[in-house]
């Protein structure tokens, strides 16, 4: 398993480089500057600030001294946010994104997971029909439709909720159920899925006829091998949902990653542009590991090689 | 058969239980949870929640350039002179107590009066010579320094022609008198003065934490800021919101009657919109186009709508063909009807744009050569070789992405294809890909926009002399270009503004910009919020403002100020 694991981070590690690189040429080659604006700036002050963030060094050059400052964990500083730091920036944001994204993930497994058993169970009965189809207008539903319907329902009819912002717990509830929502839908379905292919197996059909009681079946029998592609799905749902939605975060004031996302490329900031990418990167490759490891102790089928 | 139908109707019996059920559930919600908004709250503790666009890009005011900067900035540093609360065109004191100018107009005197950092520090005259001299240096790479070059050798000391700042033209005579050199007359610098490139810094403070050229200084920190305004900065969550309050040590304290405003970053003008109706902001940054006309007819104390001193216009390349033909573009500009554009299309009270400097400047209406004649339209374009629009070449229009820039460029597509039978197409560019075409003078047409930065035709005619960085249009005339430069050293404002004028109309003789309209401001108020008026430059100088109905308290202690959530505290504070 040891051996495993190594094999999979030393992969991973291979993945983070081939996408920095990647990233930061496609950056570098973009149309627009960080330092452009409506309002033209004397070409002697530009040449200050481009010399400032090495802008004025060839792109082959700028790529080796990012690499290297990246290896002693500095990731430069932002390059439209005066003195601000690209690590600041995702000091401040990550944690609040950390918050939001594990609410909003346990919101989708609490209500996705038994939903979708249930509705496996009951197949064809209502308790399918029902908990499927709202699934379905779940997943349909963008969240800038989710959003700000919410609000409005319990932000302003109601008025039990705040509307935006992020000053304390109920805070929370809103963007937490927006975006939960949003996933529970895909959990649902996927666990259906999962395990109406784990109730149709002749196992199943064997313990039937020795008279193993139904919720023996189904809690002992088919619930390992029908999360399986529920499992396989959270891991890019929570380095998804971590990294924000910037949606989800806009509609509801959230100072959380997702909005920087957005505003280092609109802005064209570069160092923050890369930054971001290396965490998302990373999340998503940290996840898949540990749902690779997840499912082959789920899945007896598979083995760690 | 009948067997499926009762177990139907037993479902739906059901499902309608389940129904009641949560909207008895959602009703005891909703009765258990009606709380005071916040804004009732924030009004009596003289709290001011502002809906301030978007997050600054720092509060450094020698590296920052945007209008939501403005605002924070404003409050917590005092330049020499301030805004005045109602009257743009007055300069009101600010740490200069009072001032005097050389008959020419030339040489300006300061004189300030006892004020202090939140440090503790005296504010010196030292302070605004290093304060400008911060500006100009050139490594810090200041955006706004181009308007110090209004100061006698600071354009050379900013391109490092020198490096000398004594050859600038301020100097401290003594703690308390400073002294300003220009290049020529200029009756408005004390109002140009009131822009915040002109602010002072406290150079212990920023000396502290790095060089004065030292663009990653962290002086500007919340834990290390210095200001000398009328509220101090108590807290900066980035995107959430930045918190000022009351700075007990103010010069002009007592005229201060808010405890505090907290700035919130919301860039979605929906959600600012549901946070005002929702009982969250006082004051929003804008308004959506669709919705003024319904704020207006249902809350018409609310819905504000003022002037601007901006202009929405479209930049023609002059190089290009047709466009190097004045006939066409003059035709182009005569076959617009801005009326109908602003009544049906952009809908916030705009004025139709017919001259370059926006209405509003005392003693400077407006330009009348950009009207709405399509007879003399079809006149011009058929001179110019395309008859009834027989033969125009294919041209198009660029925009930056966004929604209202495209609406109106195809009201003007139809009116150009009805007025002169012409064909022009519309193409939309991500912001900063725009910028560098625009810039860069690839393109036929583009829609641009200026806002002044202090309340004068010279803010607007300035741009457009000859390779102006901001004309892009390869248009130019020396004319044009002398009579600007001449205008900054006229005798008097009254031939000033006869130059300024002289020049507009040369330029709107060539026309190679298209008025559309002018700015207005647009945004939502919470009535209870006094001493805001409207302004030219949307400068309200907060510390006139206040609340109706606001609890009379002292200055509060750093700490106290409460939370909207929390339910407010009945004490007040002693004195």
């Known amino acids: 398993m040891l051996k495993f694991i190594g094999k999979r981070f030393l992969q991973g590690i291979l993945v983070l480089i081939g996408i920095y690189a990647l990233t930061f040429f496609l950056v570098a080659s973009t149309p627009g500057s960080p330092f452009s604006s409506e309002r033209a700036m004397q070409p002697e002050i530009l040449a200050q600030i481009e010399a400032f963030y090495g802008y004025d060094k060839p792109v082959g050059e700028r790529f080796l001294t990012s690499v290297g400052n990246i290896l002693h964990g500095d990731f430069g500083p932002s390059a439209v946010y005066a003195n601000r730091t690209v690590t600041e920036i995702i000091a401040e944001s990550f944690p609040v994104s950390l918050k939001l994204g594990s609410i909003s993930l346990l919101v989708a497994l609490l209500l996705g997971i038994p939903a979708g058993i249930l509705a496996a169970v009951k197949k064809n009965t209502w308790l399918d029909y029902v908990p499927m189809s709202t699934a379905m207008a779940g997943i349909c539903l963008p969240t800038f439709v989710m959003g700000p319907l919410l609000a409005l329902v319990f932000g302003l009819i109601f008025a039990v909720l705040p509307v935006a912002g992020w000053f304390g717990p109920e805070f929370v509830v809103l963007p937490a159920a927006t975006l939960g929502l949003y996933y529970a839908a895909y959990f649902a379905r996927l666990t259906r899925g999962g395990m109406l292919e784990m109730l149709n197996q002749d196992f199943v059909r064997t313990a039937r006829a020795k008279g193993v009681p139904e919720h023996m079946i189904v809690w002992k029998h088919c619930l390992k091998g029908g999360l399986i592609p529920a499992i396989t799905f959270l891991g890019p749902a929570l380095a998804g949902i971590i990294s924000g939605s910037f949606v989800v975060e806009t509609i509801f004031q959230v100072p959380g990653l997702g909005q920087w996302f957005v505003k280092g490329a609109l802005n064209r900031d570069d160092f923050l542009i890369l930054g971001l990418t290396v965490l998302f990167a990373s999340l998503i490759v940290l996840m898949n590991l540990l749902v690779d490891i997840a499912q082959v102790a789920l899945n007896p089928r598979l083995k760690y090689d | 058969m009948r067997l499926k139908i009762s177990y139907r109707r037993k479902m739906q019996m059901k499902l309608v239980r389940h129904a009641v059920l949560i909207m008895l559930l959602g009703l005891g919600l909703a009765s258990c949870g009606s709380r005071e908004p916040a804004t009732d709250i924030a009004a009596r503790e003289g709290i001011l929640l502002w809906g301030n666009g978007t997050e600054p890009k720092g509060l450094d005011p020698h590296l920052v350039t945007g209008v939501p900067e403005n605002h924070i900035i404003s409050s917590i540093i005092e330049g020499l002179i301030a805004y005045h609360p109602d009257n743009d065109m007055i300069p009101a004191p600010g740490m200069a107590e009072r001032w005097e100018h050389d008959p020419a107009f030339t040489v300006w005197t300061f004189h300030l009066r006892d004020a202090k950092w939140t ?110 305004g009328p509220f101090k900065l108590k807290k900066w969550a980035t995107n959430q919101e930045i918190e000022v309050v009351r700075n007990p040590t103010y010069w002009d304290a007592k005229t201060v009657k808010l405890n505090g405003i907290r700035f919130f970053p919301i860039e979605n003008a929906g959600t600012e919109e549901v946070m005002f109706r929702g009982g969250r902001l006082h004051l929003t940054n804008t308004v959506l186009n669709e919705k003024v006309p319904i704020f207006k007819k249902k809350m018409p104390d609310q819905m504000m709508i003022e002037p601007y001193l901006g202009n929405y216009y479209y930049k023609i390349n002059t190089e290009r063909k047709p466009f190097d033909d004045p006939r066409v573009r003059k035709a182009l500009t005569l076959a617009i009807d801005r009326q109908l554009l602003v009544d049906k299309v952009t809908k916030g009270g705009q004025l139709p744009a017919t001259g370059f400097v926006p209405a509003g400047v005392p003693g400077y209406p407006p330009s009348d050569r950009a009207a709405f004649h399509p007879d003399e339209a079809r006149k011009l374009l058929a001179e110019a070789g395309y008859p009834n629009g027989k033969g125009f070449p294919k041209t198009e229009i660029l925009v930056n992405t966004l929604e209202t820039h495209r609406q109106i460029a195809e009201a003007l597509q139809a009116m150009w294809k009805k007025n002169l039978n012409i064909h022009i197409g519309i193409y939309n560019q991500e912001w900063k890909v725009y910028l560098d075409n625009m810039k860069g003078g690839n393109y036929d047409m583009a829609r641009a926009g200026w806002i002044g930065d202090y309340v004068d035709p010279s803010s607007f005619l300035n741009i457009m002399t000859t390779g102006n960085g901001n004309n892009d249009t390869n248009w130019g005339d020396p004319r044009y270009d002398a009579l600007i430069d001449d205008a900054q050293r006229a005798p008097d404002e009254k031939t000033r503004f006869a130059m300024l004028r002289e020049a507009e109309q040369i330029m709107m003789d060539a026309m190679p910009i298209i008025p559309i309209y002018f700015y207005t401001r647009v945004y939502l108020k919470d009535p209870r919020l006094k001493g805001w008026h409207p302004k030219l430059l949307d400068n309200h100088p907060v510390k006139y403002l206040y609340f109706d109905g606001q609890r009379v308290t002292a200055p509060k202690t750093a700490g106290s100020a409460p939370k909207p959530v929390s339910t407010a505290s009945a004490t007040a504070p002693a004195q």
């Open chain 2, 119 to 228: 440090n503790g520090d005296p504010v010196l005259a030292s302070d605004f010579v290093y304060s400008w001299q911060r500006a100009l240096t050139p490594e810090l790479g200041n955006q706004y320094a181009e308007i110090f070059y209004i100061m006698k050798g600071a354009e050379a000391f900013n391109k490092v022609e020198t490096k000398d700042f004594r050859t600038v033209g301020v100097k401290a005579l003594d703690s308390k008198t400073l002294q300003v050199t220009l290049n020529g007359p200029a009756p408005y610098f004390p109002n140009m003065l009131k822009h915040y490139s002109w602010f002072p810094v406290n150079p212990r403070a920023v000396e502290a934490y790095g060089s004065i050229g030292d663009r990653q200084n962290s002086w500007s920190k919340l834990e290390n800021f210095v200001g000398n």
